[in-house]
């Protein structure tokens, strides 16, 4: 069964540092989604990407977040310069068009941030 | 604004017991609605969806939801618990008037199952 993937599975960086959270969406997709979840609290939307352009993105989506599908099957998610307050679990997700709208989730990038 | 709450933070349930975990929205009108399930170290997996039509869903994994107009309700459950079932629960909803259905999560439900 088709799987979104996401690399590193944990990525510890420096505060103030760049990093780039990857995802694999399911290959026939077309919508792209990132949330983030901060250690015990909830899930929450951060980006949809359509068509090569963000369609829709969250007030926690400031300047220092950026995402790029680079090539036809990477989905990137970019922090500039990283805040002790961006630790926490990032997933990607994708769907297909239609009516479906189930969105599938990757197993998520924990990022730590010191 | 658009909100989820899921009035429980843990439950525990005896294994082959039932299980019901709460959902509520807001919202104007019937969203969207989802649960997924999040196993320890793992990515959210969709148990089950509501879109429209028959207000009873069956999911995975032995799951089913109710849907409650007039309650604004999204209830889950399950007639006998396993010990894989214990996890965290999410009900999510996908507002009708995003286009691209950003989901809006609740704070989640743990559920622990003791033998």
């Known amino acids: 069964e088709p799987e979104v993937t996401q690399t590193p599975s944990h990525q510890v960086t420096q505060m103030g540092q760049e990093v780039i959270l990857r995802c694999v969406p399911i290959?026939?997709?077309?919508?792209f989604y990132w949330y983030r979840q901060i250690l015990g609290q909830k899930v929450e939307f951060l980006v949809s990407?359509?068509?090569?352009?963000?369609?829709?993105k969250s007030e926690i989506f400031d300047d220092q977040f950026s995402v790029e599908r680079p090539d036809g099957s990477n989905f990137t998610l970019k922090i500039r310069s990283t805040k002790l307050e961006d630790s926490a679990m990032y997933f990607c997700?994708?769907?297909?068009?239609?009516?479906?709208?189930?969105?599938?989730f990757g197993p998520g990038t924990r990022l730590t941030v010191t | 604004a658009q909100s989820v709450t899921q009035p429980d933070i843990h439950i525990t349930v005896s294994e082959g017991a039932s299980l019901e975990l709460r959902c509520n929205y807001s919202?104007?009108?019937?969203?969207?609605l989802f649960w997924y399930v999040q196993s320890p170290g793992q990515g959210l997996q969709l148990l089950l969806k509501?879109?429209?039509?028959?207000?009873l869903v069956q999911g995975i994994k032995g799951f089913e939801a109710e849907f409650k107009r007039s309650q604004s309700s999204f209830n889950l459950r399950k007639p006998s618990v396993h010990w894989s079932d214990a996890a965290e629960y999410f009900c999510?909803?996908?507002?009708?008037?995003?286009?691209?259905?950003?989901?809006?999560f609740g704070t989640g439900t743990r559920l622990l199952v003791s033998p």
């Open positions: 919202y104007g009108a019937t969203p969207y």
């Open positions: 509501y879109f429209s039509g028959d207000t």
């Open positions: 990407f359509y068509n090569n352009e963000i369609s829709e």
């Open positions: 290959s026939n997709h077309l919508y």
């Open positions: 999510a909803v996908g507002p009708l008037n995003t286009g691209f259905q950003k989901l809006v």
């Open positions: 997700a994708s769907r297909e068009t239609g009516s479906s709208y189930e969105q599938y």
